[in-house]
């Protein structure tokens, strides 16, 4: 199988965020907790290869930090949509055009109706904002996804001859989804978790802008980006570093995303 | 058709049924009093008790959701706490902002994402093909308030051709109000100018591939010509469905951007509610916000009935 040059590229640029925020818990090349204001503003190059922010803090090691908490909460939110949504996806399916279905399927678009920022701002405005929130505002976004997909793959599993089979041998429908039915969506939800996992790098941004998310002194890329915005003008690497760091993560996932469903699924190279 | 119309319909109210209650219970068991917190830390137990009183928080649970829903059946959607108006004028003037905005944004995704996609289709394969898709997989990554940051950074600090901020007002002139509403409506129009050419892209590459234009072509029908009058049409369907669907991701980012350019739309209008507690502007305004969606979606559903016979059965 030909592996994608966007595959490869995207596999790299995430396992090199990945690897910034491991590193980060043994080193990082300036301590983030400690204010130097005389250092502060500094343009990349010039004792620090990024550049300083408004109160001395070193750009990189925040960085590096900050993955720490973008990939945290992603990857947390696209589990809890993973650990719930999957389940009631293949739930629904095995009772597809019952009652139980319907009620599951209106359920998702009844979510899907709250833009997700809306519903992360009111689960912020209920539980006060903190990194464990932003996860579980995006998550339950994450949900409906996962359900949808699962549901949509199992359907068509449930019409063939091994299913058939496995049915006729005596299994129950909740034998068949976790034996047969799962390991053959497999692919499907690994494709969407990637997805919904540069998804969640996105949405975590944006809530920790707005402060909804991770609380200082935590760095986060999204707070390291409103911070900037006022002295956009003077120290304009502020605001480029970061945002160019969750440009090339998100878009390292999406290539990575892409490459995996023209991998994983033969129909989809043809339209890709 | 009677019969799908019908069933779409009884779907809607239901969401809206459930989403209103969705929305009243969570704001429930927010913590803290609104009345309190208008009064400040100072106030007296008994003008807390009176104001409790004034703003109906002391009737029973299910009374109060009565009122609410049946208020905003009348277009009543009850009396800000802090702003001291009705809610409904609240809203109707941030309106003016945000949806001006969100059309603004939709219209400039739409007319740079169409002729994009479709040239990027004609010239399957070839630099320019590689060159749009290239340049929308990195819209597709870039975050809107990131890129309204930038949008600020050149053309307000750096070339002055715009405020950084601020909206003068509809009073100021249509010129005026369009001009500020422009790099905010560019930020929230490059993710959905970026999905949407390469939708578009792919579902005419589709379309290409058809029998229908190889008739076309071999009746001597020119490239272009196949494209434009007889492709074209057809490719647009699966365009306007992300166009439905992406419905809820503007008027999510509307409210992330309105933030970064301090527009007083209905963007900002819910998070000073959310810090302010004013609870009764938040429920308002998130419920207008899921009508919005919900209808929307209706309309597609709709729309793609009157286009698709199918699916009128379906149902």
Redesign the interface.
């Known amino acids: 199988m030909r592996v994608p040059a966007g595959f490869l590229i995207g596999a790299a640029l995430s396992a090199l965020f990945l690897l910034m925020a491991m590193v980060s818990f043994i080193w990082t090349p300036h301590d983030v907790t400690v204010l130097a204001v005389a250092e502060r503003m500094k343009v990349p190059g010039d004792g620090y290869l990024l550049g300083t922010d408004h109160l001395g803090r070193d750009i990189l090691s925040m960085l590096m930090v900050g993955a720490r908490t973008s990939i945290g909460v992603a990857l947390v939110a696209a589990g809890i949509g993973l650990a719930v949504g999957v389940p009631l996806g293949l739930f629904a399916a095995a009772r597809r055009g019952g009652w139980v279905d319907e009620i599951i399927m209106r359920g998702n678009d009844l979510v899907f109706a709250f833009p997700p920022l809306v519903m992360a701002i009111l689960i912020a405005a209920v539980f006060g904002p903190s990194a464990l929130n932003a996860m579980l505002a995006i998550g339950v976004f994450n949900i409906p996804v996962f359900a949808r997909v699962a549901r949509a793959g199992a359907i068509s599993l449930w019409t063939l001859d091994f299913i058939m089979a496995a049915r006729v041998a005596g299994k129950g429908a909740a034998r068949i989804s976790a034996e047969h039915i799962f390991p053959n969506i497999g692919n499907l939800l690994i494709v969407q978790a990637t997805i919904q996992f540069s998804v969640g790098i996105v949405s975590e941004a944006a809530l920790s802008y707005f402060g909804l998310g991770a609380q200082p002194p935590v760095p986060s890329w999204g707070r390291m980006l409103a911070d900037s915005q006022t002295m956009i003008g003077l120290a304009p690497h502020m605001a480029l570093i970061p945002g160019l760091a969750i440009v090339l993560m998100v878009l390292g996932l999406n290539l990575m995303g892409d490459g995996l469903r023209d991998m994983l699924d033969p129909r989809m190279r043809r339209t890709a | 058709m009677l019969c799908y119309l019908l069933s779409r319909l009884i ?1 809607l109210v ?2 809206l049924a ?2 209103s209650l ?2 009243f219970a ?2 429930e ?2 913590p803290g009093d609104p009345a309190a917190v208008m009064l400040g830390l100072n106030a007296e137990p008994e003008a807390v008790a009176a104001l409790r009183t004034e703003l109906g928080l002391d009737l029973p649970l299910a009374q109060r959701y009565a009122a609410w829903v049946g208020g905003m059946l009348q277009g009543d959607f009850g009396t800000s706490y802090t702003y001291r108006v009705p809610v409904a004028d609240l809203i109707s003037a941030r309106l003016g902002v945000s949806l001006p905005l969100t059309l603004y944004a939709i219209f400039l995704s739409t007319a740079l994402a169409i002729p994009l996609g479709v040239w990027a289709a004609s010239r399957h394969g070839r630099p320019a093909d590689l060159a749009i898709m290239g340049v929308t ?2 819209g ?4 809107n ?2 890129f309204a ?2 949008l ?2 050149i053309f307000a ?1 750096r070339l002055g051709w715009f405020a950084s901020g601020g909206f003068p007002g509809w009073d100021a002139g249509l010129f005026a109000g369009l001009k500020a509403l422009t790099l905010p409506a560019l930020a929230l129009a490059l993710l959905q100018a970026s999905i949407l050419a390469r939708v578009m892209r ?1 579902s005419l ?2 379309t290409l591939h058809r029998d229908y234009i190889r008739t076309a072509r071999a009746k001597g029908l020119s490239r272009s010509r196949a494209i434009l009058h007889h492709a074209f049409r057809n490719a647009l369907i699966p365009v306007m469905t992300i166009l439905g669907m992406q419905v ?2 503007l ?2 980012g509307a ?2 951007v309105e ?2 350019f301090f527009l007083p739309g209905l963007g900002r209008l ?2 000073q509610a ?1 810090t302010q507690r004013d609870l009764i502007v ?1 429920e308002a305004v ?1 419920m207008l ?2 009508f919005a ?2 209808v929307v ?1 209706f309309l597609v559903d709709l729309a793609y009935a009157v286009v698709d016979p199918r699916l009128r059965r379906r149902a």
Do not use: H, T
């Not at chain 2, 597709?140 to 975050?143: M, T």
């Open positions: 779907s239901l969401s459930v989403a969705v929305i969570m704001l068991i927010i997989q990195l597709i990554a870039v975050p308030f990131w940051m930038i600020v950074l600090i792919s590459l589709e809820s991701v008027i999510a409210i992330v933030n970064v819910i998070f959310v938040v998130v916000l899921v969606v919900v979606n």
